[in-house]
């Protein structure tokens, strides 16, 4: 083969054209041919649309991730600034930390829990059943997030799908996963070993050690596999968690299936300064964890970015019960089944 031949074959398609390909595919499989069929006629081979297909699906959860992760970043913006005023600036400000809040690591809940946050306040302040009866500004707000597919989602079978805000405790003892959270940021925070040896530094392995002996305010039955997953899903916010419960901070789980669901949120933007506090506070408890774990760890757990103008307002982590070195000297690597690798790095 010529060397001009043998680039004509290896020259790698754009990303346009791969794309195209896997709509075009998609489509001839909608009328009923065959994968073998489909692919000959795009000329391309059946595992390179595949793989094209999983690099399109990868990329467009990125880009849903990174565009709820914006829209965090500027919630927080809006809701630190005492001078604002814009009313649905606001809300929408709100309801989006209020959705991050209930799940911060699954954007695909968003856009309907944003739809459903906006259609519930409107139809309790206003008591209206129609859109048309709102003030125009209000219904142009109501018609931003109005999302057609997932009304024809909530019409159909797949409405089983659709998350719900409610929260459930773990078994025997009333406490959540948001509860959770903030213990292993508290034990985080107030953690200091006897000896100054990075190899004794928190860890989230201590955590799971601590929360099975009595240190965390109720005992966690996880195992160790669970335990990691449910602080993968709710470290990100596990800040705005440990403030509320410990600090006396702002609430922010707010369910829209309450009857009073406007006024909690009316309430929680009536005192700005409050929110700053609030919000300044969070940002001194990211700042300490960004001190007290390793890198590696903090990778996977994305903490939002708070605006230049916020000042950290300190907090004083209550110390961990006067028992609680004598306890991890219990702590071996063989009685926690996390891998080896992850022991002291998470």
Same mark, same amino acid.
């Given at each position: 083969?010529?060397?001009?031949?043998?680039?004509?074959?290896?020259?790698?398609? +754009?990303?346009?054209?791969?794309?195209?390909?896997?709509?075009?595919?998609?489509?001839?499989?909608?009328?009923?041919?065959?994968?073998?069929?489909?692919?000959?006629?795009?000329?391309?081979?059946?595992? +390179?649309?595949?793989?094209?297909?999983?690099?399109?699906?990868?990329?467009?959860?990125?880009?849903?991730?990174?565009?709820?992760?914006?829209?965090?970043?500027?919630?927080?913006?809006?809701?630190?600034?005492?001078?604002?005023?814009?009313?649905?600036?606001?809300?929408?400000?709100?309801?989006?930390?209020?959705?991050?809040?209930?799940?911060?690591?699954?954007?695909?809940?968003?856009?309907?829990?944003?739809?459903?946050?906006?259609?519930?306040?409107?139809?309790?302040?206003?008591?209206?059943?129609?859109?048309?009866?709102?003030?125009?500004?209000?219904?142009?707000?109501?018609?931003?997030?109005?999302?057609?597919?997932?009304? +024809?989602?909530?019409?159909?079978?797949?409405?089983?799908?659709?998350?719900?805000?409610?929260?459930?405790?773990?078994?025997?003892?009333?406490?959540?996963?948001?509860?959770?959270?903030?213990?292993?940021?508290?034990?985080?925070?107030?953690?200091?070993?006897?000896?100054?040896?990075?190899?004794?530094?928190?860890?989230?392995?201590?955590?799971?050690?601590?929360?099975?002996?009595?240190?965390?305010?109720?005992?966690?039955?996880?195992?160790?596999?669970?335990?990691?997953?449910?602080?993968?899903?709710?470290?990100?916010?596990?800040?705005?968690?440990?403030?509320?419960?410990?600090?006396?901070?702002?609430?922010?789980?707010?369910?829209?299936?309450?009857?009073?669901?406007?006024?909690?949120?009316?309430?929680?933007?009536?005192?700005?300064?409050?929110?700053?506090?609030?919000?300044?506070?969070?940002?001194?408890?990211?700042?300490?964890?960004?001190?007290?774990?390793?890198?590696?760890?903090?990778?996977?757990?994305?903490?939002?970015?708070?605006?230049?103008?916020?000042?950290?307002?300190?907090?004083?982590?209550?110390?961990?019960?006067?028992?609680?070195?004598?306890?991890?000297?219990?702590?071996?690597?063989?009685?926690?089944?996390?891998?080896?690798?992850?022991?002291?790095?998470?």
């Amino acid at each position: 083969m010529s060397p001009k031949k043998r680039h004509s074959k290896l020259e790698r398609k +754009s990303t346009e054209t791969r794309n195209q390909a896997v709509f075009e595919f998609d489509q001839a499989l909608a009328l009923g041919m065959s994968a073998i069929e489909a692919s000959s006629k795009i000329k391309a081979p059946l595992s +390179s649309i595949y793989r094209w297909r999983s690099q399109l699906d990868r990329s467009k959860i990125q880009g849903a991730k990174d565009s709820v992760r914006r829209k965090i970043n500027l919630s927080i913006s809006v809701l630190s600034n005492t001078e604002s005023h814009n009313q649905f600036e606001q809300l929408e400000a709100a309801f989006t930390i209020l959705i991050w809040h209930r799940w911060p690591t699954v954007q695909q809940n968003f856009d309907y829990a944003m739809m459903v946050c906006v259609v519930t306040y409107f139809i309790l302040v206003y008591r209206v059943n129609k859109i048309s009866e709102l003030p125009d500004e209000c219904s142009q707000f109501v018609l931003k997030h109005l999302r057609l597919d997932i009304l +024809s989602k909530i019409c159909s079978v797949s409405a089983f799908e659709l998350p719900i805000f409610e929260l459930h405790n773990n078994a025997e003892h009333p406490y959540n996963d948001m509860d959770l959270a903030a213990d292993i940021a508290w034990f985080f925070l107030s953690y200091q070993p006897n000896e100054n040896n990075p190899r004794l530094n928190a860890s989230l392995s201590k955590a799971h050690f601590a929360s099975q002996n009595g240190i965390f305010r109720y005992n966690s039955r996880n195992a160790p596999s669970s335990f990691r997953k449910k602080w993968h899903a709710y470290g990100a916010a596990s800040p705005f968690y440990y403030v509320e419960r410990y600090h006396q901070g702002v609430e922010f789980f707010i369910d829209p299936s309450s009857p009073v669901f406007h006024e909690e949120i009316d309430e929680l933007l009536s005192d700005p300064l409050r929110l700053r506090i609030h919000l300044g506070k969070c940002l001194s408890v990211v700042e300490l964890l960004r001190v007290k774990l390793d890198p590696r760890a903090l990778s996977a757990i994305p903490f939002p970015n708070f605006p230049p103008g916020l000042e950290p307002v300190p907090v004083s982590p209550p110390p961990l019960p006067i028992e609680t070195n004598g306890i991890l000297k219990g702590y071996t690597k063989l009685q926690n089944s996390f891998k080896d690798s992850e022991l002291e790095d998470i």
